[in-house]
């Protein structure tokens, strides 16, 4: 079965989510907006001096010059977070100011303090400018009514400020998807307990923990299957009722190990795909199971990790009904590195730069995770083609 088509099955029993839940804004990052935003108020509510200096009539300082300055009475000074009602502008007068001041009323114009002579009571004015000049207007950041965020929005760090600078301190957000994860083997422990001979640590929990809470999931669970078939659907009995998507690791080959078929099958979960035309891997295989959506990855690393990437962010993009989420593709030049013919379509590690993107892996294993650190992306190899530098390629990026 092709990817497209493996991936568009899922899509089809992915429900768009629609309910919700308020959080505190701090609570916020990585979630989806339920509903647009819009400015109740203008950002900022006053009019604001772009620099150190004075507030001025322009008018009184016109003509101004080091030679022939116009000098003004000081009336006082307005700093940041001060009322600026205490004065008022009059003719032949100014306003001390910082950047960030209000203005007070019947000041059109912020002279710098470099074009002054910085005297607390008379100033100098060495220049005229123009009205408006060094002043930000009300709503001059956001308009009063303006749609500053729109629905299903991805949170990130830049929207929590805006919504912040709007006054706001909860937010009406999308529920998550609730993901569970069960990894299978008799050879995986847990980091921080003493390695077994032959077994390594999960490291595979950590990437995928990562990505599904930045973006949008929540882990609801983490379970560990020996490599009975009957474990592991008990886990799936105890807890699968509880997420809308369960991730598993391992056990879906041919293996004397690879449990999930038969756990699967003995609990009439119904087969959705079982093996895609990909490399690496190929026995992704994915099952409904009373409503819930199992997708079973390869057992090892890098395969389990293309696995994730080809298929949970389509899924995800599904769920939130938000694009952003959807997996990019795009042609570029391969400027280094080459890949030998494949029988099956390749997802082969990638470094994306500025001209281009480049092959630097040392391996290509599908158990080896450390290449990964300096790669960002996948080239895709089209079956029975070769690779080499200075060719057109696709390449796929997904949400970081």
Not at 232 to 250: E, H, K, P, W
Not at 288 to 308: E, P, R
Not at 373 to 400: F, K
Request: hydrophobic share 40%; charged share 15%; glycine share 8%.
């Amino acid at each position: 079965m092709p990817v497209e088509s493996a991936q568009n099955i899922l899509k089809q029993h992915v429900p768009i989510q629609s309910r919700s839940e308020t959080v505190p804004l701090l609570a916020a990052q990585g979630r989806m907006l339920a509903q647009a935003v819009y400015a109740q108020a203008p950002v900022p509510s006053f009019a604001r001096a772009g620099m150190d200096g004075y507030a001025v009539r322009t008018a009184d300082i016109k003509g101004a010059t080091p030679e022939l300055p116009v000098t003004l009475a000081v009336l006082g000074h307005v700093y940041p977070g001060e009322d600026p009602s205490l004065f008022l502008g009059q003719p032949q007068t100014a306003v001390r100011v910082l950047t960030g001041s209000p203005i007070p009323t019947g000041f059109d114009g912020v002279i710098k303090q470099e074009w002054t002579n910085l005297d607390a009571k008379q100033v100098a004015i060495f220049h005229d400018i123009a009205p408006k000049t060094n002043v930000g207007a009300v709503g001059e950041d956001i308009p009063q009514g303006q749609q500053v965020l729109a629905k299903h929005s991805y949170l990130n760090y830049e929207s929590l400020g805006i919504l912040a600078s709007l006054g706001v301190t909860d937010v009406t957000v999308l529920r998550p998807l609730r993901v569970g994860l069960i990894f299978t083997g008799s050879g995986i422990q847990t980091p921080g307990t003493p390695l077994n001979p032959g077994s390594i640590y999960n490291s595979l929990m950590y990437p995928l923990v990562t990505y599904i809470q930045s973006h949008g999931g929540v882990v609801v669970f983490k379970e560990y299957s020996d490599t009975s078939s009957h474990n592991f659907a008990n886990i799936i009995r105890q807890y699968g009722s509880q997420v809308d998507l369960i991730i598993t690791t391992g056990g879906v080959s041919v293996g004397d190990q690879d449990i999930v078929p038969k756990a699967l099958a003995a609990l009439r979960a119904k087969i959705l795909f079982q093996g895609v035309a990909m490399k690496p891997g190929t026995p992704v295989l994915a099952s409904l199971w009373q409503g819930h959506l199992i997708l079973s990855l390869s057992g090892n690393l890098f395969a389990a990790l293309v696995n994730f990437h080809l298929f949970y962010w389509p899924l995800l993009a599904q769920f939130f009904d938000n694009d952003q989420f959807a997996l990019k593709q795009q042609t570029t030049t391969l400027t280094k590195g080459s890949m030998p013919p494949s029988k099956l379509r390749r997802f082969v590690r990638g470094q994306s730069n500025e001209e281009g993107v480049a092959i630097t892996a040392k391996s290509h294993h599908a158990s080896v995770l450390s290449d990964l650190i300096d790669n960002d992306c996948l080239i895709i190899q089209p079956q029975n083609t070769q690779l080499q530098s200075g060719d057109q390629v696709q390449i796929l990026t997904w949400p970081r």
